[in-house]
């Protein structure tokens, strides 16, 4: 299967959403008025493509209609599919790569987000690459998650870093830089516990792992993702904006975007906070993984709504 019909299988809910809405304020041969193009504003919004993105394209509709550019409703979803891809830049969306050593990817976001499911999905899709890779096991609070990384690593085929539930974050970090240092390992994938922005006491955690991989390994953590649940919406955006106080993060991996009726979200959310989408999950299995593509990822969304 290729990677379009990966994200039309994956984006099912949304895109059956969006066809919906959209099909309602554009109808076929009808001519672009003032009225229609509010009535595509308030569709946009309603399928979560974000205040701010959305008044962006309704403006640049509304310039194109009075210009001429556009004169018909069925010319409205293939202008809006050109303007919505050329705002992802490709050089955003690649990992950034160490010059030497390790590449170290610090996974965060809060319980329930999907966030060991998609280090799992990420250690597979590197690991398919021929890469060597590193897990580092530094969610050490939750009962049970060293448990289920120490499984996944299994399936995989990918070496794990781990001490008991209750060790100190920092001490595991610690060890599995040195791990990847002495194995000439291509990637370090460190897990963190799920925290919130108000949970101070993780917070600090997270920034002490930080201190930690600086310290062993320069330039590190080279990326910083952080996994967001796709089927919760703008809260998404909430929540990207509050972990954005503590730490720098440098890319987004959306999970559960098969299973949403938001996939709306992945327009807006780079222009709301300034991140690129990185990875995307579109299913439970380790493979239900792929690199963000702008291109596939518009086709899809849009394919039954023309």
């Not at 972990?243 to 440098?250: A, E, P, R």
Request: hydrophobic residues 40%.
């Amino acid at each position: 299967m290729g990677l379009f019909d990966r994200f039309v299988k994956g984006l099912a809910k949304t895109r059956d959403k969006i066809a919906r809405s959209f099909r309602s304020v554009l109808p076929f041969g009808k001519k672009i008025d003032d009225a229609v193009i509010d009535q595509l504003e308030e569709t946009m919004l309603m399928d979560d493509m974000g205040p701010g993105t959305t008044t962006r394209l309704i403006a640049e509709v509304r310039t194109a209609y009075k210009s001429g550019e556009i004169s018909e409703t069925q010319e409205i979803i293939p202008f809006l599919k050109r303007r919505i891809v050329s705002y992802w830049p490709e050089s955003d969306r690649k990992l950034i790569m160490a010059p030497s050593g390790p590449t170290v990817i610090l996974v965060v976001g809060i319980n329930g987000s999907g966030k060991t499911t998609s280090v799992a999905k990420l250690c597979h899709y590197l690991h398919q690459q021929g890469k060597q890779v590193i897990l580092g096991a530094c969610d050490t609070f939750r009962a049970a998650a060293v448990a289920q990384l120490t499984e996944w690593s299994n399936r995989l085929g990918v070496q794990i870093v781990k001490h008991q539930q209750g060790a100190d974050p920092g001490a595991v970090a610690y060890d599995a830089c040195d791990a990847a240092v002495a194995r000439n390992a291509d990637y370090l994938i460190l897990d963190t516990a799920g925290r919130l922005h108000t949970q101070e006491h993780l917070m600090r955690e997270l920034n002490k792992i930080q201190r930690v991989v600086e310290k062993k390994i320069p330039g590190a953590p080279h990326e910083v993702l952080l996994v967001l649940d796709a089927t919760i919406g703008q809260n998404a955006v909430n929540q990207a904006k509050m972990f954005g106080q503590h730490v720098k993060v440098t890319g987004l991996f959306l999970a559960k975007l098969d299973g949403s009726a938001k996939g709306g979200i992945v327009i807006g959310i780079h222009d709301q906070i300034q991140v690129p989408v990185k990875f995307v999950g579109l299913g439970e299995t380790p493979a239900d993984i792929e690199p963000f593509d702008p291109e596939s990822f518009v086709e899809a969304l849009f394919s039954e709504a023309a």
